[in-house]
């Protein structure tokens, strides 16, 4: 989710579809963190790939504390 600040000093969200690909590509930048937020709201809507991401990351510690036991929840 992108929140915008107009002119008047209020926010409006700016919908815009992150995809897994997106990961892909912040995990490429090491920006694990980015990486996490977009799979993990991918994967609570049930996308796989983003499910085996978010395992993927909780098992090498990259954006989240390294934990094995969540990571094999996903």
Do not use: C, H, R
């Not at 897994?20 to 796989?48: Q, R, V």
């Not at 991401?53 to 094999?72: R, T």
Request: aromatic share 10%; proline share 1%; net charge positive.
């Amino acid at each position: 989710m992108f929140f915008i600040v107009t002119g008047a000093g209020t926010a409006s969200v700016a919908q815009q579809s992150a995809t897994y690909s997106d990961g892909i590509l912040a995990g490429s930048k090491g920006d694990y963190a980015i990486t996490f937020k977009i799979w993990k709201s991918l994967a609570d809507a049930g996308d796989a790939p983003s499910q085996n991401g978010l395992g993927q990351l909780y098992s090498k510690g990259q954006g989240v504390k390294k934990d094995q036991s969540e990571a094999s929840k996903w």
